[in-house]
């Protein structure tokens, strides 16, 4: 009964296939029944409402949700997310997967997140930082430095981050930078955090690569979604000498088999907001640039892109997932029935940004600041050791990456809350 409680308050496909992974990876490691439960549900869950009074003098209630799984091995980490179709079950499942990214890549976190059911484009800036200002008003009560770390994510930045620390300061009475990771520099952030999710991302692709013996420099790869995540690993793709041939956004995607001029596509998407006719490349559907010829395929938006349907017309010989869930549990089985697709699992091939954060959250209260190249060279180490334990867990086992990233993940957790045992 308890079961099927706590399932229906997470009523979503995005949870509903974000369990059906950890049944698999716990069947896989034979994990006791006594303790699947505790680890596989959330341990917290907070829905809020936020009114905040529109440019037009309306008053307006938003929806905000914060849901935090595990607390059994540190406080917990997650990003906040602003967007229309931003449901508890979607922020449960998030939620669930940076647990197992946390655990796996050996951060002292349990994982967490949020949103708000808002489309931010609509927002003045005044009414964004009123709403900002509101959930982290509203979440008080759950949040803190060693209780809920919060950050960016989709439709936030540094300066949603930048308001919520300022409000979380002004309640506590004092300066807290270590409420929020993603801020701006000139509060406490950190060096290198914007660029952490692209930069791990391109790192994991370039290692994998050369674990296939392709040469990087005749690599073309093809990112679906040109916001922070993707943008970055366009970047440091370009930068170690691979072909970029296909970007896009939630207007559309834009593709040229001779290589995008990725700082000019930057440029255009700073001043423009979007990549609607941008010149140099012509314009696709971005269920088009997921079914291009490419060495590497990169989902860098939202859930569930890559799916029954695309997943047998895939060509790409790398699927490097830089989003959170972007891959089915059907599409998954289809991918390795077809056996030609190697994968990078979103809880290791995305886990650069959560990394750098727990090294924000460090020089926040040590009160001691690293340079970036301090902080890339920690990052590539921590991605180094996860690989090789993924790769290491896969041939032992015999698993499939993903099933080898999960186990380890939930193994851990499962582990820490059995010696904590059960209060009272």
């Known amino acids: 009964m308890a079961n099927s409680v706590v399932s229906e308050l997470n009523n979503s496909e995005v949870f509903r296939m974000a369990c059906r992974q950890f049944d698999q990876a716990a069947d896989a490691?034979?994990?006791?029944?006594?303790?699947?439960?505790?680890?596989?549900?959330?341990?917290?869950?907070?829905?809020?409402?936020?009114?905040?009074?529109?440019?037009?003098?309306?008053?307006?209630?938003?929806?905000?949700?914060?849901?935090?799984?595990?607390?059994?091995?540190?406080p917990s980490k997650g990003g906040i997310r602003f967007h229309e179709s931003v449901t508890i079950g979607e922020v449960a499942a998030l939620a669930m997967w940076m647990s197992w990214k946390c655990s796996l890549v050996g951060l002292p976190y349990g994982g967490a997140k949020g949103g708000i059911v808002v489309n931010p484009r609509t927002l003045s800036l005044r009414e964004l930082e009123s709403l900002s200002r509101r959930y982290m008003q509203e979440m008080i009560n759950i949040l803190g430095p060693q209780v809920d770390i919060a950050a960016p994510d989709v439709g936030t930045n540094e300066q949603v981050m930048a308001w919520m620390m300022d409000t979380y300061s002004n309640?506590?009475?004092?300066?807290?930078?270590?409420?929020?990771?993603?801020?701006?520099?000139?509060?406490?952030?950190?060096?290198?955090?914007?660029?952490?999710?692209?930069?791990?991302?391109?790192?994991?692709?370039?290692?994998?690569?050369?674990?296939?013996?392709?040469?990087?420099?005749?690599?073309?790869?093809?990112?679906?979604?040109?916001?922070?995540?993707?943008?970055?690993?366009?970047?440091?793709?370009?930068?170690?000498?691979?072909?970029v041939i296909a970007v896009s956004d939630y207007t559309g995607a834009v593709y040229n088999p001779a290589g995008i001029d990725i700082p000019k596509a930057l440029a255009y998407v700073q001043y423009n907001k979007v990549l609607t006719d941008f010149e140099g490349a012509e314009p696709i559907t971005n269920e088009q640039l997921l079914e291009l010829p490419c060495t590497v395929l990169v989902p860098a938006a939202l859930e569930r892109v890559v799916n029954a349907d695309n997943a047998p017309k895939l060509k790409c010989r790398l699927l490097a997932e830089a989003a959170n869930g972007p891959t089915t549990n059907e599409a998954d089985k289809v991918i390795e029935a077809r056996g030609d697709i190697e994968l990078i699992p979103d809880v290791l091939c995305n886990s650069g940004g959560v990394i750098v954060s727990y090294f924000e959250w460090l020089q926040n209260l040590q009160q001691y600041y690293w340079d970036r190249d301090e902080v890339i060279t920690k990052l590539f180490t921590i991605l180094d050791r996860a690989k090789a334990a993924v790769d290491a867990q896969k041939e032992k086992f015999q698993f499939n990456r993903r099933l080898a990233a999960l186990t380890l993940g939930i193994s851990r957790v499962a582990e820490a809350k059995q010696k904590r045992g059960l209060f009272p």
């Open 29 to 74: 490691i034979n994990l006791p029944e006594a303790i699947r439960d505790r680890t596989k549900y959330p341990r917290r869950r907070q829905a809020v409402s936020l009114p905040i009074r529109r440019d037009d003098g309306r008053i307006h209630v938003f929806e905000g949700y914060r849901v935090q799984h595990s607390l059994s091995t540190g």
């Open 171 to 243: 309640h506590v009475g004092h300066v807290e930078p270590a409420i929020v990771t993603g801020k701006p520099l000139s509060l406490g952030g950190s060096q290198g955090r914007r660029e952490a999710t692209g930069v791990g991302v391109a790192y994991l692709i370039k290692k994998y690569l050369a674990d296939m013996k392709i040469p990087i420099t005749q690599a073309t790869v093809a990112i679906q979604g040109f916001g922070n995540v993707g943008s970055e690993t366009a970047v440091a793709m370009v930068g170690y000498g691979a072909k």
